[in-house]
């Protein structure tokens, strides 16, 4: 089984192909954002996406390595130094580095200045590569950048070679959510993985300890959108419209098996949109039913897991079953607090499914991080009834890890973004 996961090439490549991997060097980098080590998500994480390019990587024959600013390996080293160091190897064995970082809201200004300083040092011995969120709005931008040699837009499973192999100035394309899946994210090429689990083990959050958490995603789309027809107004994943795929239970339950026998893996942060592919409560029962029965089949550990969901998700038949499948910690958006506000959002049948939620939550020992969006549907006298709610639901004590409130960004590729852009 970890063979199947590690192979490096493909037999049917031309031999070519595989002469001009061995001569690359890709380098993936995730910079965090400032205060990101006290923030549970990226405290007991390490970053999905670079695991899922180093992946796609040594599926396409290159020996990556993935790093993820959170943890380097020495607390006192910078990443830049870290990154330095993988490029004087690469070169010291006759290969040539790909630096390739991931441009987001977030992270934007301190990525460009990485790829800045490296492309200054060590000029045309490197190529760099932008890819990510603000990348896809305007490439234009990047393109125009003396320091940066190559812009991806899309998913790295279609376009990733292109750039790689055949050093395409700019490559765009998107895998289809109707059919396909996001990669498995691996973690034999991750920078300091062992040690960054370690780390997390020491750490006590309230119930929680213990946790050596890796990243995946199991579910292309958004079952709310499907439902819909539409995603949210402030959403800028993309493909969220289509019918939602979860992973093949046989594959799924292998990465995970793969991830506890090989690391000592004991909990999953699950980033798909949302976990459970249907909106429809008999459906999700049966889903669940399907999802339990299938890792006993498969023989696989049951590990807790972190993973987004809705009010519609849990009620008094799916949270024994959420539980059961290994849910530890769901995180949940409230998309408003009172009949204006979830009808802009378009949600139907006022406040009532929301606390029978949280009711069915506490009741099955499940925990809940949620966030409050707020926007559509926003006037004083709504704004005045928020402070009750939030009373509401800070009654279900010690299961409600966080609750906070969430204003609608202007997220690049949103409707609202296209509507500012108008």
């Known amino acids: 089984m970890g063979e199947k996961l590690t192979q490096i090439y493909d037999p049917t490549r031309p ?8 001569q690359l060097f890709p380098i993936f980098i995730h910079r965090q954002p400032i205060g990101a080590e006290r923030r549970f998500d990226t405290l007991l994480m390490v970053n999905g996406t670079v695991g899922a390019l180093a992946e796609i990587s040594r599926k396409l024959g290159f020996r990556a390595v993935a790093i993820d600013e959170a943890y380097t390996g020495k607390k006192e080293e910078k990443l830049e130094e870290v990154v330095k160091r993988q490029i004087e190897f690469a070169l010291s064995q006759g290969k040539e580095p790909v630096v390739c970082c991931s441009v987001l809201m977030y992270n934007a200004k301190e990525s460009l200045e990485l790829l800045r300083n490296l492309k200054e040092e060590y000029g045309s011995r490197i190529r760099t590569v932008v890819g990510g969120q603000l990348v896809s709005i305007v490439p234009q931008a990047y393109l125009k950048r003396a320091f940066i040699d190559q812009v991806a837009v899309g998913d790295a499973e279609v376009i990733l070679e292109s750039i790689l192999v055949g050093r395409q100035q700019f490559a765009e394309g998107y895998i289809n959510p109707q059919t396909d899946h996001y990669s498995q994210v691996g973690y034999q090429d991750y920078l300091g993985f062992p040690d960054r689990l370690n780390a997390m083990r020491q750490v006590t959050l309230g119930p929680l300890t213990c946790i050596g958490m890796a990243t995946i995603e199991s579910v292309r789309s958004c079952s709310w959108a499907y439902r819909r027809g539409r995603r949210c107004r402030f959403c800028a994943l993309q493909g969220m419209e289509c019918e939602p795929h979860f992973t093949p239970f046989e594959e799924h339950f292998r990465h995970q098996t793969y991830l506890a ?12 949109n949302l976990w459970v592919p249907t909106q429809n409560k008999e459906e999700a029962i049966q889903w669940l039913g399907d999802y339990n029965a299938a890792r006993e089949q498969y023989g696989a550990p049951l590990l807790k897991k972190y993973a987004y969901l809705n009010t519609v998700s849990i009620n008094k038949d799916t949270a ?64 005045a009834e928020l402070p009750e709610f939030l009373k509401g639901v800070i009654q279900y004590g010690s299961h409600i890890l966080s609750i906070g409130c969430y204003f609608e960004l202007l997220l690049p590729g949103s409707q609202l973004w296209g509507e500012f852009k108008e």
């Open 261 to 272: 026998d090989e690391f000592g893996v004991n909990w999953i942060f699950d980033v798909s």
């Open 320 to 383: 024994p079953l959420l539980r059961q499948a290994g849910i530890a910690i769901g995180f949940v958006g409230i998309d408003g607090w009172n009949e204006e506000t979830l009808r802009r959002h378009g949600k139907a049948g006022g406040v009532k499914h929301i606390f029978d939620a949280l009711e069915a939550a506490q009741k099955n020992d499940l925990y809940l991080r949620a966030n409050v969006v707020m926007g559509d549907g926003l006037s004083e006298k709504s704004l």
């Open 15 to 22: 031999e070519s192909d595989k002469e001009r991997a061995e």
